[in-house]
């Protein structure tokens, strides 16, 4: 029998990563004020800590081994002046919602993990824009320049990476302050279903479920079981590690073990646009003991899935490596089988991942880009659908979402079709499925996950009907 070893970086510089190709940066104007920016960040305290990402990265060995699913969920960009105490909790208690349902229906540990306290950075397709003859460069996230189309606001600006920081540490502080207050209990899944969700048509199905999590708990409690342990559920987060100036001057050693982590987040994943297997963002996160992810969109050929194994995970340790797939529902059957074949043949237990937002992306008449919740729960039904003709663990969903009442997607439970998307339409970048979708989606992957039935579709798409 094989015995896996700790996962050890190879010993190599950390700062091997500046002598490769590195995309997506930006053209900072003033490499003085960018190196006074990374050695303040250099010398901040950690935003998260080792022995937190190593927790994670077992929790992800378990979801690589087929005994848990990950729940990977939150904005598609955040907004340095839209943090606030209200939207994170919305957030949090949208994922932990979404988690309770899968749960329990399903009868599998879930993983949450947020899209939150980092995700402040946007790979784009195109370096700059142009409106009305007027070019500039292209908005990168909150992290980088801003949203409105000035000269002054599209200038790359270092001293937002400081903002960053700050933001990310607000943002934890919040979670871990919510967290600790038991808002993550499972015995408050009827205060969860009385703020979020009494319109929704899921409601008396969700009541339901959780008076049978209250159920459950009494039980424990007259058996001599320990409720309080699911009642302090840990939450971890995570965002892509795009700015590498950002990710490296917060880098750091263990002091006990002597192992560098990222401790800008728990789980940091590189983007379709940056997973060269020879680039700069693939040479920095091989060195890190964190777990770590990459995204796999519908040009990913097997070699390459291979070559991104090698790189990031050599010595095949569950937990180290995850693929969040990205194909799109119309290619995820035909492109996801190889990959996933050769992959397992290789000896690595990689945890896959499901991301179907990325790949269904439209723009309606209207001229907002929108994603209908049908594509949505088609990618992941396809997903599902080919882990079991291969006799693989679907691992996990990863979605863009918000515990706000956006009409930013179509579709789903409450019908929104496009003439719905100005009422509410507030991301900066993506589409965003709305706190009843989210849940919406919870109870479709329950079903699926039981193996009862594959998710129904919710009706004909209205985006190119409409309007």
């Not at 460069?137 to 801003?146: K, Q």
Request: hydrophobic content about 40%; overall charge negative; charged content about 25%.
């Amino acid at each position: 029998m094989n015995t896996l070893l700790p996962y050890e970086p190879r010993p190599t510089h950390l700062d091997s990563w500046r002598d490769r190709p590195a995309a997506q940066q930006p053209d900072w104007p003033d490499p003085v004020a960018l190196h006074d920016v990374t050695d303040r960040l250099a010398a901040a305290p950690p935003l998260v800590f080792a022995d937190e990402c190593d927790r994670l990265k077992t929790r992800l060995a378990a979801v690589a081994r087929g005994e848990a699913f990950l729940l990977q969920g939150g904005d598609c960009a955040e907004s340095l002046d839209g943090m606030s105490a209200e939207s994170v909790h919305g957030k949090l208690t949208t994922l932990l919602q979404m988690s309770a349902v899968l749960t329990y229906a399903a009868a599998l540990p879930v993983v949450p993990v947020g899209r939150i306290a980092g995700q402040y950075a946007k790979p784009r397709s195109r370096p700059t824009e142009t409106r009305d003859g007027v070019t500039l460069p292209v908005y990168r996230g909150d992290a980088v320049n801003g949203l409105a189309f000035t000269p002054e606001a599209r200038v790359p600006d270092p001293a937002r990476l400081l903002r960053t920081y700050h933001a990310s540490a607000s943002t934890l502080n919040l979670i871990r302050a919510f967290t600790a207050a038991g808002h993550a209990s499972l015995g408050r899944t009827h205060e969860w279903n009385r703020d979020f969700i009494a319109d929704s048509p899921h409601r008396h199905t969700y009541e339901r479920i959780a008076d049978g999590i209250d159920h459950a708990l009494r039980f424990m409690r007259a058996t001599g079981g320990r409720p309080e342990d699911f009642d302090s559920a840990r939450f971890f987060v995570s965002h892509e590690a795009l700015l590498l100036d950002y990710e490296a001057a917060l880098t750091r050693r263990d002091a006990r073990s002597g192992r560098p982590y990222a401790t800008s987040g728990h789980l940091l994943w590189i983007g379709e646009r940056t997973r060269d297997p020879e680039g700069a963002h693939v040479e920095w996160a091989s060195q890190l003991a964190n777990p770590v992810a990459v995204k796999l969109g519908p040009g990913t050929t097997a070699d390459t899935a291979l070559q991104l194994v090698d790189r990031l995970d050599p010595r095949r340790e569950p937990g180290r490596l995850t693929f969040i797939v990205r194909m799109g529902v119309d290619k995820v059957r035909d492109v996801l089988p190889p990959l996933v074949e050769k992959v397992t043949a290789s000896g690595a237990q990689v945890a896959w991942v499901c991301d179907p937002m990325h790949g269904n992306t439209m723009q309606a008449p209207s001229g907002y880009k929108t994603r209908h919740f049908d594509d949505v729960l088609g990618e992941v039904t396809a997903f599902f659908e080919v882990h079991r003709a291969l006799g693989t663990h679907p691992g996990g969903i990863h979605v863009e979402l918000t515990g706000d009442d956006v009409t930013e997607c179509v579709g789903g439970g409450h019908g929104l079709d496009v003439h719905d998307l100005p009422v509410r339409y507030e991301s900066a970048c993506d589409p965003r499925l709305n706190r009843s979708q989210s849940l919406d989606l919870a109870f479709r992957v329950a079903d699926f996950m039981k193996g009862d039935r594959a998710p129904v579709r919710s009706g004909e798409k209205q985006v190119n009907a409409a309007g």
